[in-house]
Every structure is written in C-alpha cells, then in structure tokens.
Nanobody
Framework: QVQVVESGGGSVQAGGSLRLSCAAS????????MGWYRQAPGNARELVVA???????NYADSVKGRFTISRDNFKNTMYLQMNSLKPEDTAVYYC??????????????WGQGTLVTVSS
C-alpha cells in the first residue's frame, strides 16, 4: 500500500507565496511521473504541472514562470513552490503519483487535497 500526505495549503493575499508538499510512504519500489492538479469550485480538475522521474517538467500556461515543481526521490516527496499567487489560483490542490508498488506493480495514487485560497 501507498500512503500520501499533502501539506502546505492555506490562505494568502494576491502576490504572496505558498509551498505545497506531497510525501509518499509504504511499499514503494519507485515513483515515475508525479504531478499537481487543482480543482476550483464548479470546475473540472486540471493539471497544474507534472514532472517525470528524469526531471522533465510540463507546466500549465497559467502558472508558467510563477510555480516551480521539484522532487526528492530519496524521500519520495514532491514540492510545489507557488509565487505571485493570483485569486484565480484558488482551488483544492491534489498530488498525483504514478508508483510501482512492491508485490503489486503499477498504482496511481492521489493525495487527499489541500486548499489554497488567494484573496485580492
């Protein structure tokens, strides 16, 4: 099994910064792609940014230049540094992991979500 814990959400004024973390634990052999998604009220869940095991990233146009994803493969942890936040960044942020679990194989895992609220 894989357990995922997200942290770092909160409330901030426009122009501020937050750092989200996503830590995975359990019988993990490896984690391939990792990503952050978000879902605002009334909207579909959308990809914010993804990162491969090799470090290749893919950012949504709306966050390019403001958000930075990183990962620590030794700690099975992923981070999202969010700068210059805007009210339209308000959403629940979810981490998504493509893992290989010992004795089970491939398993896609979602975090529980963390709320980010940006006020104008």
């Amino acid at each position: 099994q894989v357990q995922v814990v997200e942290s770092g959400g909160g409330s901030v004024q426009a122009g501020g910064s937050l750092r989200l973390s996503c830590a995975a634990s359990g019988s993990i052999f490896s984690i391939n792609a990792m990503g952050w998604y978000r879902q605002a009220p009334g909207n579909a869940r959308e990809l914010v940014v993804a990162i491969t095991s090799g470090g290749t990233t893919n950012y949504a146009d709306s966050v390019k230049g403001r958000f930075t994803i990183s990962r620590d493969n030794f700690k099975n942890t992923m981070y999202l540094q969010m700068n210059s936040l805007k009210p339209e960044d308000t959403a629940v942020y979810y981490c998504n992991l493509h893992t290989v679990v010992i004795g089970r194989g491939y398993l896609e895992v979602w975090g529980q979500g963390t709320l980010v609220t940006v006020s104008s």
